[in-house]
């Protein structure tokens, strides 16, 4: 069995260790977009950019209120993503609007089969 593609999340140091794998093993990359989290998507949009075996990148947009709270420099236009001109990864905090936005735990609907059996998603 060959793997073709592979979706991973960076969100920490440690994933460097699987993109390198990744990488050598010529696996296409499929990062993760996460909705919620500015930073991690423009992590996700710089790996892209540098990875010789970028496969895809999810986008699906965000709410008025990441963007507010989360300023950047990336930008999707046309199906296309576009990391800014900003240093680093080009993401900011404004951390008295994320104040008004207070942690609320959340999780991923369980996946059943019909008889009730925990399925993979």
């Not at 989290?37 to 010789?52: D, E, S, V």
Request: charged share 15%; aromatic share 12%; with cysteine.
């Amino acid at each position: 069995m060959k793997i073709t593609s592979a979706n991973f999340i960076l969100c920490s140091p440690g994933p460097n260790f699987v993109t390198l794998k990744i990488e050598t093993d010529q696996v296409r990359t499929a990062c993760h977009g996460a909705m919620d989290i500015g930073p991690a998507m423009a992590a996700n949009l710089h790996l892209g950019l540098w990875a010789p075996n970028f496969g895809i990148q999810e986008y699906s947009g965000y709410t008025e209120a990441t963007h507010t709270v989360f300023p950047h420099a990336f930008s999707q236009t046309g199906g296309f993503m576009h990391p800014g001109e900003a240093p680093g990864l080009g993401v900011d905090i404004v951390e008295k609007l994320a104040a008004q936005y207070p942690y609320e735990r959340a999780y991923l609907p369980v996946n059943r089969l019909e008889v009730g059996t925990m399925w993979s998603w």
